[in-house]
Structure formats: C-alpha cells, structure tokens
C-alpha cells in the first residue's frame, strides 16, 4: 500500500526512517468511514458543503424572504419532528449622526431668521415722537414681525406702512407726548427678519424726530443685530 490511514482518516506518506510523515495539508483527503458511501477521497471543503447543504435540507424546505432594510433576519431550527423552521424578523433602529463643517455657497444657505433692533441715542433734548424707514439694499430679506421697544411710552409696536413692505422697505413711526425718551441710547422697536442667500444688506434713515412741544430735535440711529452691534 502506497499510504497509510491515521486514526483521523487523513493519508499519510509512507514511513521514512522508521518515522511517517505527514502529506501537504493542501492535497489531504478524508476517508470516508462508513462502508459504501462513494464518498471516500472527496476534498474536505466538498464534503463540508455537502454536510451543510443535507443540515439545510432536514430543517426546512421553505426559502427564507430577503431581509428588508433597517431589519435583522434570523431563523431559529426547531426540535427534530419535522417541525418548520421560524424566521424572526426584529427591526433595529439605527441613529446617523453626520458632521458637516464646511461653509454652504452663499446662494445655498439655508433660510433663516433674524432680530434687528433699532436704537435711538438722544441728546439733550427729550424725544417724543420719531419715524425712521428700514431699506434692504442688497439680499433677500422680508420683514415679518413688528415688536415694540424696552423703554416706557414705547413698548408698544410703532405704526408701519404695509404697502410698503412690498417695495423692500418698511417705514415705522412712534409718538408719546406725555413719556418722552431722555436722554441715552433707547430701544424703540424690534424688526424680525426672514433672510436667505447672502448675508443681505440693509439701510436705516431718520425720517423725523420731535420733542414733546413739537419741535424738531436731533437723535442718532442704529441698526442693531442678534450677534452685535451693526
């Protein structure tokens, strides 16, 4: 006999020098055990195959449905009796989280909205009436609420001009002749901004100012934003 079986049932080469050695793993072959199974000198990775296709075939007959996306597909073997096997199908909820850190171009950036607080600085003379006009120059830009100011006698929203929010612009006007602003820098009226785009650009012009009897008086305008002074 050219080879010899080990207890595994492995080929071994013939003895040299009172010693066996084993053949190359590559070209080993299993011997099969049981008497007239025609399986005798098949490769491993065959007979594996066919011990995992005949386990498939006792459990179940049915082919499995291909999962479905955002779920898990197991199939559990019952107890041998012929019984089917049972597909569990248990959704996974599955959280992403992505960063994105890079500035969107300008004509990309998403739309968003914007307090612009409009403040008077008075002199020496009190101020009891004032009209100011808020234009956008550049961008887009609509006006979309109208809130009064922090100082008493002007808490109320001032007067606006609604035809003329479809020109861009918007013209607020406020008066108290028994409160008058004194003198420092007052909070009259809050503009709230719906922008998208490019950061848009916007121009505050005093209409008039008046002191209490009616007189004209000189104050000086900002335009205020969320983020700081303008």
Known sequence: MDTDENRWGVETAPAVGGRRSAVDPSAARLRSRQAGSGQAGLPIATLLALAVAASCDST????????????????????????????????????????????????????????????????????????????????????????????????????????????????????NTKVGLSRGRHRVATLHMREAGPAPAYELRLVAAASPDGSPADVDIDLVSGKGRE
């Open 60 to 175: 179940t007959d049915q082919a499995a449905e291909p999962a479905t996306p955002g779920s898990i597909e197991t199939s559990v073997a019952t107890p041998a009796g012929g019984e089917a096997v049972e597909a569990l199908k248990a959704p996974v909820a599955v959280q992403h989280r992505t960063v994105v850190d890079v500035q969107a171009p300008a004509d990309e950036r998403p739309v968003r909205y914007a307090p612009w607080a409009i403040e008077l600085e008075v002199g020496a003379t009190p101020i009891a009436a004032y009209q100011v006009e808020l234009v956008v120059k550049s961008g887009d830009a609509t006006v979309v609420g109208v809130e009064g100011g922090t100082t008493d006698g002007f808490r109320e929203p001032p007067f606006f001009d609604p035809k003329a929010l479809a020109g861009g612009r918007i013209v607020l006007a406020a008066f």
